[in-house]
């Protein structure tokens, strides 16, 4: 549902998931009354109230998880760095390490964005089925945030393909005017996460920028498997 805007009907789901309809409304049916779950009055479901403190939990870990990663990136680089995850249509920070500079990036651990104008959601969007990057922007719209904001969907494909074929992602400026950020995906992880640092545009310069991918793809990769390992005891 969550990679689905939100909200399914029964049949969406027993496709989805290639489970029987029975099946199917026997478990939707036992997660509405969990508060997992709640219908809507068009008769679709939807994500329901008690997601809210398991996100807020399950945040709260990934951000303890991700520390170490963040640390050692703001160590070697300078910047600000960061972790995002795709939570239905939106970016959503779960986690950072402030940057020492006097003149630094600071972002809201919950903050909401868009992902078509930010370096973690073209990361993250990279790495997804096309017919899925399309309905995502259908629904959100694709606002403009800046001057430098991509707002042309085929604009944004070839942006898109160049990010996966160089594994990073940059934005210049296209959510907030003289910041600028690189950002890689997380791979094989239990969500869709992109880490990144991010600067003023004067201090992120191309030469950082070359730094900076490969220890983001380094700390990826161990954040990848730290998850991964968590996950196995689990």
């Given at each position: 549902?969550?990679?689905?805007?939100?909200?399914?009907?029964?049949?969406?789901?027993?496709?989805?998931?290639?489970?029987?309809?029975?099946?199917?409304?026997?478990?939707?049916?036992?997660?509405?009354?969990?508060?997992?779950?709640?219908?809507?009055?068009?008769?679709?479901?939807?994500?329901?109230?008690?997601?809210?403190?398991?996100?807020?939990?399950?945040?709260?870990?990934?951000?303890?998880?991700?520390?170490?990663?963040?640390?050692?990136?703001?160590?070697?680089?300078?910047?600000?760095?960061?972790?995002?995850?795709?939570?239905?249509?939106?970016?959503?920070?779960?986690?950072?390490?402030?940057?020492?500079?006097?003149?630094?990036?600071?972002?809201?651990?919950?903050?909401?964005?868009?992902?078509?104008?930010?370096?973690v959601?073209?990361?993250?969007?990279?790495?997804?089925?096309?017919?899925?990057?399309?309905?995502?922007?259908?629904?959100?719209?694709?606002?403009?945030?800046?001057?430098?904001?991509?707002?042309?969907?085929?604009?944004?494909?070839?942006?898109?393909?160049?990010?996966?074929e160089r594994?990073?992602?940059?934005?210049?400026?296209?959510?907030?005017?003289?910041?600028?950020?690189v950002?890689?995906?997380?791979?094989?992880?239990?969500?869709?996460?992109?880490?990144?640092i991010?600067?003023?545009?004067?201090?992120?310069?191309?030469?950082?920028?070359?730094?900076?991918?490969?220890?983001?793809?380094?700390?990826?990769?161990?954040?990848?498997?730290?998850?991964?390992?968590?996950?196995?005891?689990?």
């Amino acid at each position: 549902m969550a990679d689905h805007g939100g909200s399914m009907g029964l049949s969406q789901l027993a496709t989805a998931s290639n489970l029987p309809l029975p099946t199917i409304h026997r478990i939707v049916r036992t997660l509405v009354d969990l508060g997992y779950l709640r219908q809507e009055p068009s008769r679709r479901y939807a994500l329901g109230p008690r997601l809210i403190r398991l996100g807020e939990s399950s945040s709260t870990m990934l951000s303890t998880w991700a520390r170490p990663q963040l640390t050692h990136l703001v160590d070697e680089l300078g910047e600000s760095a960061n972790l995002a995850m795709l939570d239905a249509d939106q970016i959503v920070y779960v986690a950072q390490v402030p940057s020492r500079h006097s003149m630094r990036m600071f972002t809201e651990v919950g903050r909401r964005v868009s992902p078509h104008c930010t370096a973690v959601g073209k990361a993250v969007l990279a790495t997804l089925p096309q017919r899925t990057v399309q309905e995502i922007l259908q629904r959100t719209g694709m606002p403009q945030q800046t001057e430098h904001t991509i707002t042309d969907p085929g604009v944004l494909a070839r942006q898109l393909e160049l990010t996966a074929e160089r594994g990073y992602a940059i934005d210049d400026g296209e959510q907030e005017l003289g910041v600028r950020c690189v950002a890689v995906a997380v791979p094989d992880a239990p969500a869709r996460l992109a880490l990144s640092i991010s600067g003023p545009g004067t201090r992120v310069t191309d030469a950082l920028v070359e730094r900076a991918v490969p220890l983001l793809t380094d700390a990826a990769r161990a954040l990848s498997v730290e998850l991964d390992g968590r996950a196995a005891r689990a």
